[in-house]
């Protein structure tokens, strides 16, 4: 056999390409030859050798520049969106003379009324079809990001995260889960509180409401806890009354959170 | 979510929605940074290789025409972003990556201090970065999870059977670098 035709097979082999019979056979093919059979024996043990070598993971800060890179191009994009209304009235400020003004309205108007007779119900459906299609990957898009920022080392991507949270139409099991763990778990102040802005939006849902109220116990900082108390007045949650409680019985609490608590106790009551 | 293929991906990054070019940085980012740092062993610059990739992408986003496969032309444009970074700083590349593998055996007091031949993860890992980058780039290619020989010939401009001998000759000169190294 000539030398290249059995590189070539053997790294099909090596690499898994073959199917049973042509493996089969390969194997056969080095058991009479003794030749190929000692190449194959040193070769293949060197590629399983490279398995071996390692890879370290890549560090958190890769994805926090590649966001960053991301981000500033679709804000680039966005703003070039936002200029465009300013070109168009550019390119039209040379325009003095009232005839052409008035003859290119009157060009615009005749081009609108034939689009508006020619849109049949039909192919609206089909646009409403398209918009909304386009509005779920955005959504869905949306919520990968939220994810993925929320896990970031920088207060200021997460804060970014929490309100990307906050535009969402409908927040899923995941983003109410995410967003709790970082009401209580985050070690920022501020993004607590962009938080329970966030989750404020969800409180018809029992799971929210309850969420929020086992939270304000959970809370060592003053503000945190000021603005849960806030919002359950607002929402006149009796159940968290017991929360608010429990707080007041622990011996280290901020005397403004205590009276504020009192407060609001009284005003749910 | 139903999950969207790679080309259909990049072909709405194409169009024009840039947040999708995030999904696929979470699915490709290991293996890219994996080609980078089998490619030159240093991490912290294989990152940045990365990120490269993914700004060339956004770049040049109207080459892609959703025909063929994704993997090929992602790692078509790493491969390119490797060669640009050590054409760029040449001085470097040719102090540190030398074109010989005799020549490089030469300096075997250097390398004699940096290895220790009883671990031969460390000896292999060596012989690698002795290998010529044609050599080493074939073969690590060649080692990434669910890269085929039929995209790696169109990663480097040549049939799917030269791929597959490229990767073989890589193979045996590995083999003949590391026992020289073992011997040493």
Known sequence: MEQEKFEIWM?????????????????????NSSKHREEFETVAETWNQIDALEVPEPSKMMDASFFDMLNSEIEKKENKKSNWFVNLKSFFDPIQTPQLAFGML???????????????????????????????????????????????????????????????????QRIIEALFFTLNKDPNINVRLVAIESLARYVETPEVRMGLVKSIALQDSPLVQIALADLMVKLQEKTSIESMEKLLEKPDINNTVKQKLEQSINQII | ????????????????????????????????????????SNASLSEDLVQNVFVRMLKYKHTFTGEGSFSAWMFRTARNVNYDYYRKNKIAFNKSEISTVEYKLEDGDSIEKGMNKKDEISVLNRAMQLLPPEKREVLVLSKLKEMKFSEIGVILGCSEGAAKVKAHRALKDLRTIFLQLETR
């Open chain 1, 11 to 31: 790294m099909e082999y090596l690499s898994g390409d073959l199917d049973e019979s042509r493996k089969q056979e390969f194997e056969n093919y080095l058991k």
């Open chain 1, 106 to 172: 009157l060009l615009a108007i005749g081009l609108g009324i034939g689009y508006f007779l020619n849109s049949s119900p039909f192919e609206q459906n089909i646009q409403e079809t398209v918009v909304s299609n386009s509005t779920n990957e955005t959504e869905e898009v949306r919520e990968q990001l939220v994810l993925t920022l929320l896990e970031q080392p920088s207060a200021n991507k997460r804060l970014q995260a929490v309100n990307e949270a906050a535009k969402l139409n409908k927040a899923n």
């Open chain 2, 1 to 40: 979510m139903q999950e969207l293929t790679n080309n259909a991906l990049m072909l709405k990054v194409k169009s024009g929605d840039l947040d999708k070019l995030g999904l696929l940085y979470e699915r490709h980012k290991k293996r890219l940074f994996g080609f980078f740092y089998n490619m030159n």
